[in-house]
């Protein structure tokens, strides 16, 4: 990625991430999910950058959204919520599109149940930012803005 350009960022925000703003609070906060898109597009654009956002529930869509942002994109940032855990499937994807993916988790996963602290798609992102809140997506952007 040339630090010159303009940087493609694309957020995937995976299963049940849509329902921020309802979801434990002392977990993830008390900002909607419709806010929490309205700021990340705002420092996106404080950083210069330009960025789409995906959310789905479903894992397909979500490798279909990936596979997807190949040619498209310089950089991802994906919070697989409890994919993280399991999914082999959008691992796969991750280290098949061949784009710098930042890991992104709002609450501490590795202060939680013992099976949020293993993510299986760790190993093919270049980072992982957990556990400061709705600032883990604007920490992942400065990130891939450094790049
Ligand atoms: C999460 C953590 C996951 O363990 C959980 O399943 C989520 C959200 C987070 O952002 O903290 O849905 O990814």
Same mark, same amino acid.
């Given at each position: 990625?040339?630090?010159?350009?303009?940087k493609? =960022?694309? =957020? =995937?925000?995976?299963?049940?991430?849509?329902?921020?703003?309802?979801?434990?609070?002392?977990?993830?906060?008390?900002?909607?999910?419709?806010?929490?898109?309205?700021m %990340?597009?705002?420092r996106?654009?404080?950083?210069?950058?330009?960025?789409?956002?995906?959310? #789905?529930?479903?894992?397909?869509? %979500?490798?279909?959204?990936?596979?997807?942002?190949?040619?498209?994109?310089?950089?991802?940032?994906?919070?697989?919520? !409890? *994919?993280?855990? *399991?999914?082999?499937?959008?691992r796969?994807?991750? !280290?098949?599109?061949?784009?710098?993916?930042?890991?992104?988790?709002? #609450?501490? =996963?590795?202060?939680?149940?013992?099976?949020? !602290?293993? #993510?299986?798609?760790?190993?093919?992102?270049?980072?992982?930012?957990?556990?400061?809140? %709705?600032?883990? *997506?604007?920490?992942?952007?400065?990130?891939?803005?450094?790049?």
């Amino acid at each position: 990625m040339n630090s010159q350009m303009i940087k493609k =960022v694309l =957020v =995937v925000h995976g299963p049940n991430l849509n329902l921020l703003g309802e979801r434990d609070p002392a977990f993830y906060g008390n900002v909607t999910f419709a806010k929490l898109n309205e700021m %990340i597009l705002d420092r996106a654009d404080a950083l210069g950058m330009q960025c789409e956002i995906f959310q #789905s529930n479903h894992e397909g869509a %979500i490798i279909d959204r990936l596979q997807a942002a190949r040619n498209t994109f310089d950089g991802v940032i994906l919070n697989a919520g !409890a *994919y993280t855990h *399991y999914s082999y499937a959008i691992r796969d994807a991750i !280290a098949d599109m061949q784009l710098p993916c930042v890991e992104v988790h709002i #609450s501490n =996963v590795q202060a939680r149940d013992d099976f949020r !602290a293993k #993510s299986v798609i760790a190993p093919v992102c270049i980072g992982t930012i957990a556990g400061f809140g %709705i600032n883990s *997506y604007f920490l992942a952007l400065q990130a891939l803005a450094m790049l």
